[in-house]
T-cell receptor, first 119, second 110 residues
């Protein structure tokens, strides 16, 4: 079964509203989680690194005031798309790992992803 | 800027053919290279490579890394229609942070 759960899987919202996506690690504590977005037929682009108990680190070109990330506990990170517009429609996916990364022998787990459609 | 480039971007072959997918990278803090298969939702893990020249194999799939030339290949032999997917190469550049290539969309025709 999934070890990283993402919710909701699908969401449709009206332009101008905000949408929250949750990412939970089910069987382990994740001090760091990552948020990616993927446009149709394109690859995953890292948006931000979510750090438990501190501010997220955003990649260049990602608006931190638009994509609010909160990592309130060791098992939950949330991504809120504020004032959503149709161009925000995309596949959003999170990842988490137990330890110091793949090279250290830790599996990087992905959530199932969330399809956001802004109408 | 960290960069991962995959080629070809798209490939169509017949069932039974062998395919080779390429991934080259330029990153400042290389830790590992990973291959994923993505069908409809989240990527599923295939291989993780950290050392040059050591082939990783799983059934009809195999992969190898060349850290001197900064590339990796993913081979699939005796392809089947179920192999149709997007194959993603990612480099772990810094702890847990993955930089993805554009992906190769592989289509296997019966």
């Amino acid at each position: 079964g999934a070890v990283v759960s993402q919710h909701p899987s699908w969401v449709i919202c009206k332009s101008g509203t905000s949408v929250k996506i949750e990412c939970r690690s089910l069987d382990f504590q994740a001090t760091t989680m990552f948020w990616y977005r993927q446009f149709p037929k394109q690859s995953l682009m890292l948006m931000a690194t979510s750090n438990e108990g501190s501010k997220a680190t955003y990649e260049q070109g990602v608006e931190k005031d638009k994509f609010l990330i909160n990592h309130a506990s060791l098992t939950l990170s949330t991504l809120t798309v504020t004032s959503a517009h149709p161009e925000d429609s995309s596949f959003y996916i999170c990842s988490a790992t137990q330890g110091a990364g793949a090279a250290s022998g830790n599996t990087i787990y992905f959530g199932e992803g969330s399809w956001l459609t802004v109408v | 800027e960290d960069k991962v480039v995959q080629s070809p971007l798209s490939l169509v072959v017949h069932e039974g053919d062998t395919v080779t997918l390429n991934c080259s990278y330029e990153v400042t803090n290389f830790r590992s290279l990973l291959w994923y298969k993505q069908e409809k939702k989240a990527p599923t893990f295939l291989f993780m490579l950290t050392s040059s020249g050591i082939e990783k194999k799983s059934g009809r799939l195999s992969s190898i890394l060349d850290k001197k030339e900064l590339f990796s290949i993913l081979n699939i032999t005796a392809t089947q229609t179920g192999d149709s997917a997007v194959y993603l190469c990612a480099v772990e550049a810094g702890a847990q942070k993955l930089v993805f290539g554009q992906g190769t969309r592989l289509t296997i025709n019966p």
